[in-house]
């Protein structure tokens, strides 16, 4: 089963911007439906975004025109770039995959694979 690493947080002004990569352990990334989510401190995980196989993406309409998900398969990984951050934003984010669905929405039952996590902190 294909391992997931995530890698790209920091500490951001507001308005600021970072881009989140997600690598895989294994050259299969392309077979993949992949997402992220967030979870705040004392919050509920929440799915930010996710892409099918055949590219199909869906968004958060709290990050819609602000967050965008794609997926280099040559390189194996998965990123979010994240532009306009809020500290509504802050959060850890995860990486996540699913090897047998190809249509996948933002819902954690989609996903099946977990990153660790790395933070992001938007300050005001």
């Known amino acids: 089963q294909v391992q997931l690493v995530e890698s790209g947080g920091g500490s951001v002004q507001t308005g600021g911007s970072l881009r989140l990569s997600c690598s895989a352990t294994?050259?299969?990334?392309?077979?993949?439906?992949m997402g992220w989510f967030r979870q705040a401190a004392e919050k509920e995980r929440e799915g930010v975004a996710s892409i099918g196989l055949l590219s199909r993406e869906s968004y958060a309409d709290s990050v819609k025109g602000r967050f965008t998900i794609s997926k280099d398969n040559a390189k194996n990984t998965l990123y979010l770039e994240m532009n306009s951050l809020r500290p509504e934003d802050t959060g850890m984010y995860y990486c996540?995959?699913?090897?047998?669905?190809?249509?996948?929405?933002?819902?954690?039952?989609?996903?099946?694979?977990w990153g660790q996590g790395t933070q992001v902190t938007v300050s005001s």
């Open positions: 294994k050259n299969s990334l392309y077979s993949y439906s």
């Open positions: 996540a995959a699913n090897g047998v669905r190809s249509r996948v929405g933002l819902e954690l039952g989609d996903f099946y694979i």
